[in-house]
């Protein structure tokens, strides 16, 4: 599968498993450290690992969250983001 390919080089030096797909079409899909340290998991679907800009999308959601995992995003940052998406989700409804 092309998209385990693209996220294990986008995200290395994590490593990434997808799980089997479930009775509704998603699978698990698990980061891990070097070690073996499982350090975050989420469900995609099976769009979302087909669609280019979708899996980018993803991709820069692992980013982020990864620098928050790792202590490199400031606080203030996380706040910023979380008002966007707050604003950008008012916008829609």
């Given at each position: 599968?092309e998209?385990?390919?693209?996220?294990?080089?986008?995200?290395?030096?994590?490593?990434?498993?997808?799980?089997?797909?479930?009775?509704?079409?998603?699978?698990?899909?698990?980061?891990?450290?070097p070690?073996?340290?499982?350090?975050?998991?989420?469900?995609?679907?099976?769009?979302?690992?087909?669609?280019?800009?979708?899996?980018?999308?993803?991709?820069?959601?692992?980013?982020?969250?990864?620098?928050?995992?790792?202590?490199?995003?400031?606080?203030?940052?996380?706040?910023?983001?979380?008002?966007?998406?707050?604003?950008?989700?008012?916008?829609?409804?």
């Amino acid at each position: 599968m092309e998209s385990i390919s693209l996220l294990n080089q986008a995200l290395s030096p994590y490593q990434v498993t997808l799980g089997p797909v479930d009775r509704e079409g998603a699978r698990r899909l698990a980061l891990q450290d070097p070690t073996g340290t499982l350090v975050t998991e989420c469900r995609v679907s099976q769009t979302q690992l087909a669609d280019k800009r979708q899996l980018t999308d993803l991709v820069d959601g692992f980013h982020r969250d990864l620098r928050i995992h790792e202590g490199r995003l400031d606080p203030c940052i996380i706040a910023a983001m979380a008002n966007v998406h707050s604003i950008k989700q008012m916008a829609v409804a």
